[in-house]
């Protein structure tokens, strides 16, 4: 078992920073890879950015590549989502998962969710 909880997210103008982080407790934290996901009102959760068991593999979205920086560090069992150059099309409620293997972008493939942050990203 895992649990996850999502924190950091909030209010920022376009063009802002903000870092999300992910706080994960249970089964042994550095055997999972974690992934980011969102999901804007009306829409459907789409894949944000993914990161392997040791941090040597990431994957992004087109939509955020060379904006977010996904990183964890399994000391303190934390997974963070690094996002600048914020856009409005970036609000949304950000989860955070956890997936036995490794699965990019494939959310049906994540064991484990947290209960979600909400960005909003003002113009």
């Known amino acids: 078992q895992v649990q996850l909880v999502e924190s950091g997210g909030g209010l920022v103008q376009a063009g802002g920073s903000l870092r999300l982080s992910c706080a994960a407790s249970g089964r042994t934290f550095s055997s999972y890879a974690m992934g980011w996901f969102r999901q804007a009102p009306g829409k459907e959760r789409e894949f944000v950015a993914a990161?392997?068991?040791?941090?040597?593999?990431?994957l992004y979205a087109d939509s955020v590549r060379g904006r977010f920086i996904i990183s964890r560090d399994n000391a303190k069992n934390t997974v963070y989502l690094q996002m600048n150059s914020l856009k409005p099309e970036d609000t949304a409620v950000y989860y955070c998962?956890?997936?036995?293997?490794?699965?990019?972008?494939?959310?049906?493939?994540?064991?484990?969710w947290g209960q979600g942050t909400q960005v909003t990203v003002s113009s």
């Open positions: 990161i392997g068991w040791n941090g040597g593999v990431t």
């Open positions: 998962a956890a997936s036995r293997a490794y699965s990019g972008p494939n959310y049906a493939n994540y064991d484990y």
